[in-house]
């Protein structure tokens, strides 16, 4: 993969005096998709908080797009599009509302046209547009955030457990738009302990256990990661 | 900026479109609007009726006809305490000490024992001034209103997506923290048109300006307390809990152990125990209306060597108008003793009490809020003191017709069918008009410098709290 946009160098994170990261490292190039997998407590989320100043690392660095996120993170807030777990966005608003307060607090004027037009791209559902998202299921809202994200034209995209709680269709609507999204040159990294969704999308995966990468599984001859490979490391105890 | 401006933008959308807030805010608008408007009706109407009676008390003072001049000191006069325009707002101790006093002779019959503690505390529920409301309502609105104004963003996970458009956390606190003091702005503009209604009425400008902007630092800090529990806590239910456990201890706690505390430091006694004490005092003066009693010995023997008489009938004056006059003299001086040893341990109270401020920005409002009104206890002392300076006045005013328009031997025969024993109504004429004035602006200022800087010090703490909070925001 070419330049590196997100890059974890020798990453450690104490939490209560905890070691949750411990030397983690990692980069993640330009229209790659990087799922870190894990189980319950292997430190995914707090990876992912790092990258976004939620949480400082106690050494190493991490890094996003060659900017530190302990002095500049301010701009690689603006940089990335962020997905949690479960993306509220506002239940008042609708999902054109939800897009145009976003971007307005981004700096971003954008026409009803081009929201309009990221929904399609996202395959938001046309009467769901004026519908306030307290009416949403979690895959509408997914898409919705996308479409801020693809609306920002955010370089880098940071997905929290993405197709956690999702139904079978939406999960494969979702691994499209992803494998899209990069084919266009975005950078994904993505938390997630879905064995199968990280080897239908992903270029590459990161086994963590208790906060270190204990392997590292990547596409061959631009086939899906072997869904067999990835499970036997959790079958022998590599994941927990 | 414009991210400010847009997050502000949408919690006003936020609490217009989930309808509980915009109805938290429309009833605290509705209630200070009805408390105001009520309040400036009884204030008004109290006025013209005291200035009415105060006319009426004076007219009918100097209507009297001849009579004996003893009669007209028992006969006595009112005086009536005209509201101040602030008043309408804030009715402070005036509510509990009285605004009227019955003057006569050999007595200080006023309010002047009133107990300061009433004046907090639970007991104020009673009544529900627009002062009442901002100081102890609005804190409730508010938090009503954004408790969840951070932690809502926390648990939706819409915090993270905010800050991942570029926006700073200042801007997003900033943001909040405009739309909530917006919201107390709201509650705060009856008060506010209500205090230029009182500068037309004629209240200093200085006044009026001084006492609104007090409102605004006080709605400023409990945005900034509201906004500082939400940014701290990381659940709604933990944010709303912890703000109505802070209510409750500085609107409703700190206020009421603040009196208790100062009347536990300076203990002063009963009304009963003080006049009574009073009592046995006066008993050593001898009684004013018996010339003859024992304790006048010594004025008469001086009196009688003054004027080379061996009898009192052959005195210039009057004997039984002289000894009414020096029995006043001594005895009032006995009255302000005690008088003003009551008003000064009501003093050291209030000053202890006035000193939780610095615990409670609502102990602070509330005295900065008196003071600026001049419905303050040292007010009501200076009410007493000109009212008490008044009646001595007009009391030994009498005595002194007592003396030189009514002779002895008339006087003696007072009861006789044959004697008439009174002098002409035109000698009534010594009483002045009474009229008690606020003191005047800057001076009102300056007495309330301390509560101002109270509620500074609340500002720059809670801004503080804010800036340490913000740093576990996202958390």
């Given at each position: 993969m070419p330049d590196q946009v997100v890059a974890a160098s020798?990453l450690?994170?104490?939490?209560?005096?905890?070691?949750?990261?411990?030397?983690l490292n990692f980069t993640i190039g330009r229209g790659e998709v990087f799922a870190l997998?894990?189980?319950?407590?292997?430190?995914?989320?707090?990876t992912l908080?790092t990258f976004l100043?939620?949480?400082?690392?106690?050494?190493?660095t991490a890094s996003v797009m060659g900017l530190s996120v302990?002095?500049?993170?301010?701009?690689i807030?603006?940089k990335v599009a962020y997905?949690?777990?479960?993306?509220?966005?506002?239940?008042?608003?609708?999902?054109?509302?939800?897009?145009?307060?976003?971007?307005?607090?981004?700096?971003?004027?954008?026409?009803?046209?081009?929201?309009?037009?990221?929904?399609?791209?996202?395959?938001?559902?046309?009467?769901?547009?004026?519908?306030?998202?307290?009416?949403?299921?979690?895959?509408?809202?997914?898409?919705?955030?996308?479409?801020?994200?693809?609306?920002?034209?955010a370089p880098v995209l940071l997905l929290?457990?993405?197709?956690?709680?999702?139904?079978?269709?939406?999960?494969?609507?979702?691994?499209?738009?992803?494998?899209?999204?990069a084919?266009?040159?975005s950078t994904i990294f993505m938390v997630?302990?879905?064995?199968?969704?990280?080897?239908?999308?992903a270029h590459r995966?990161g086994?963590?256990?208790?906060?270190?990468?204990?392997?590292?599984?990547?596409?061959?001859?631009?086939?899906?990661?072997?869904?067999?490979?990835?499970?036997?490391?959790?079958?022998?105890?590599?994941?927990? | 900026?414009?991210?400010?401006?847009?997050?502000?933008?949408?919690?006003?959308?936020?609490?217009?479109?989930?309808?509980?807030?915009?109805?938290?805010?429309?009833?605290?608008?509705?209630?200070?609007?009805?408390?105001?408007?009520?309040?400036?009706?009884?204030?008004?109407?109290?006025?013209?009726?005291?200035?009415?009676?105060?006319?009426?008390?004076?007219?009918?003072?100097?209507?009297?006809?001849?009579?004996?001049?003893?009669?007209?000191?028992?006969?006595?006069?009112?005086?009536?305490?005209?509201?101040?325009?602030?008043?309408?707002?804030?009715?402070?101790?005036?509510?509990?000490?009285?605004?009227?006093?019955?003057?006569?002779?050999?007595?200080?019959?006023?309010?002047?024992?009133?107990?300061?503690?009433?004046?907090?505390?639970?007991?104020?529920?009673?009544?529900?001034?627009?002062?009442?409301?901002?100081?102890?309502?609005?804190?409730?609105?508010?938090?009503?209103?954004?408790?969840?104004?951070?932690?809502?963003?926390?648990?939706?996970?819409?915090?993270?997506?905010?800050?991942?458009?570029?926006?700073?956390?200042?801007?997003?606190?900033?943001?909040?923290?405009?739309?909530?003091?917006?919201?107390?702005?709201?509650?705060?503009?009856?008060?506010?048109?209500?205090?230029?209604?009182?500068?037309?009425?004629?209240?200093?400008?200085?006044?009026?300006?001084?006492?609104?902007?007090?409102?605004?630092?006080?709605?400023?800090?409990?945005?900034?307390?509201?906004?500082?529990?939400?940014?701290?806590?990381?659940?709604?239910?933990?944010?709303?809990?912890?703000?109505?456990?802070?209510?409750?201890?500085?609107?409703?706690?700190?206020?009421?152990?603040?009196?208790?505390?100062?009347?536990?430091?300076?203990?002063?006694?009963?009304?009963?125990?003080?006049?009574?004490?009073?009592?046995?005092?006066?008993?050593?003066?001898?009684?004013?209306?018996?010339?003859?009693?024992?304790?006048?010995?010594?004025?008469?023997?001086?009196?009688?060597?003054?004027?080379?008489?061996?009898?009192?009938?052959?005195?210039?004056?009057?004997?039984?108008?002289?000894?009414?006059?020096?029995?006043?003299?001594?005895?009032?001086?006995?009255?302000?003793?005690?008088?003003?040893?009551?008003?000064?341990?009501?003093?050291?109270?209030?000053?202890?009490?006035?000193?939780?401020?610095?615990?409670?920005?609502?102990?602070?409002?509330?005295?900065?809020?008196?003071?600026?009104?001049?419905?303050?206890?040292?007010?009501?002392?200076?009410?007493?003191?000109?009212?008490?300076?008044?009646?001595?006045?007009?009391?030994?005013?009498?005595?002194?017709?007592?003396?030189?328009?009514?002779?002895?031997?008339?006087?003696?025969?007072?009861?006789?069918?044959?004697?008439?024993?009174?002098?002409?109504?035109?000698?009534?004429?010594?009483?002045?008009?009474?009229?008690?004035?606020?003191?005047?602006?800057?001076?009102?200022?300056?007495?309330?410098?301390?509560?101002?800087?109270?509620?500074?010090?609340?500002?720059?703490?809670?801004?503080?709290?804010?800036?340490?909070?913000?740093?576990?925001?996202?958390?």
């Amino acid at each position: 993969m070419p330049d590196q946009v997100v890059a974890a160098s020798s990453l450690c994170v104490k939490l209560a005096q905890n070691d949750v990261i411990d030397n983690l490292n990692f980069t993640i190039g330009r229209g790659e998709v990087f799922a870190l997998l894990g189980g319950n407590g292997a430190g995914k989320s707090t990876t992912l908080k790092t990258f976004l100043g939620a949480v400082s690392p106690s050494s190493g660095t991490a890094s996003v797009m060659g900017l530190s996120v302990d002095a500049d993170i301010n701009t690689i807030r603006s940089k990335v599009a962020y997905l949690p777990e479960s993306v509220m966005l506002y239940g008042h608003l609708t999902g054109i509302e939800n897009i145009e307060y976003f971007l307005s607090l981004a700096g971003i004027k954008q026409a009803q046209p081009e929201i309009e037009e990221a929904l399609t791209k996202v395959s938001l559902q046309t009467d769901a547009w004026h519908k306030n998202l307290s009416h949403y299921s979690k895959g509408m809202r997914q898409k919705t955030a996308i479409a801020l994200a693809l609306l920002r034209e955010a370089p880098v995209l940071l997905l929290d457990e993405p197709t956690s709680g999702l139904d079978p269709r939406a999960i494969d609507e979702f691994n499209q738009l992803i494998t899209t999204l990069a084919n266009s040159g975005s950078t994904i990294f993505m938390v997630t302990h879905d064995v199968y969704g990280a080897c239908q999308v992903a270029h590459r995966i990161g086994l963590l256990d208790k906060g270190k990468i204990v392997g590292m599984f990547e596409r061959k001859n631009n086939a899906h990661i072997d869904i067999e490979e990835v499970h036997a490391a959790f079958s022998q105890g590599k994941i927990k | 900026m414009n991210a400010t401006k847009q997050i502000m933008l949408d919690e006003w959308r936020y609490w217009q479109r989930t309808k509980l807030a915009t109805t938290v805010i429309f009833i605290g608008v509705v209630l200070t609007l009805a408390s105001v408007v009520v309040n400036t009706i009884e204030v008004r109407q109290a006025a013209d009726e005291r200035k009415h009676f105060q006319q009426v008390s004076e007219s009918r003072f100097l209507e009297q006809p001849d009579r004996h001049p003893h009669r007209m000191v028992h006969y006595g006069h009112y005086v009536f305490r005209a509201p101040s325009p602030l008043s309408m707002i804030e009715p402070g101790v005036d509510a509990y000490t009285g605004t009227s006093i019955f003057l006569e002779g050999h007595r200080q019959n006023s309010a002047t024992f009133a107990d300061q503690r009433q004046s907090s505390g639970l007991t104020r529920f009673s009544s529900l001034s627009p002062a009442f409301l901002m100081q102890v309502l609005v804190p409730l609105l508010m938090i009503l209103v954004g408790y969840a104004c951070i932690t809502r963003e926390k648990e939706a996970g819409t915090l993270n997506i905010m800050l991942t458009q570029g926006v700073k956390k200042r801007e997003v606190l900033t943001g909040k923290f405009l739309a909530l003091v917006g919201s107390g702005l709201l509650v705060l503009l009856p008060l506010a048109l209500a205090s230029i209604w009182a500068s037309v009425t004629g209240e200093s400008i200085i006044v009026t300006t001084g006492f609104v902007v007090g409102y605004f630092l006080y709605i400023l800090i409990w945005g900034a307390i509201v906004l500082w529990v939400s940014t701290f806590s990381s659940r709604k239910n933990t944010s709303f809990a912890s703000l109505i456990c802070l209510w409750i201890a500085l609107c409703i706690l700190i206020p009421r152990i603040s009196s208790s505390t100062a009347a536990s430091i300076v203990p002063s006694p009963g009304k009963l125990e003080a006049d009574f004490a009073v009592l046995e005092e006066l008993r050593k003066l001898g009684d004013g209306h018996n010339a003859s009693d024992p304790a006048f010995n010594q004025l008469k023997a001086n009196l009688l060597a003054k004027h080379n008489v061996n009898d009192i009938a052959d005195l210039p004056v009057n004997f039984r108008g002289v000894v009414a006059e020096y029995s006043e003299e001594k005895l009032t001086k006995v009255l302000n003793q005690f008088a003003e040893i009551r008003m000064q341990e009501e003093v050291s109270q209030a000053e202890i009490a006035r000193h939780f401020g610095w615990l409670s920005p609502t102990v602070s409002i509330r005295t900065f809020s008196m003071m600026m009104a001049g419905t303050n206890l040292e007010t009501h002392h200076r009410f007493l003191r000109e009212a008490e300076a008044l009646r001595y006045e007009f009391i030994q005013s009498l005595n002194h017709v007592h003396q030189h328009k009514l002779d002895y031997h008339t006087d003696i025969n007072r009861y006789r069918d044959d004697v008439v024993a009174r002098v002409d109504a035109g000698n009534w004429n010594i009483l002045s008009s009474f009229s008690f004035e606020p003191q005047p602006g800057m001076a009102r200022l300056h007495q309330s410098l301390l509560y101002s800087l109270q509620l500074l010090f609340w500002c720059i703490v809670t801004l503080l709290l804010i800036k340490r909070a913000s740093r576990r925001m996202e958390q």
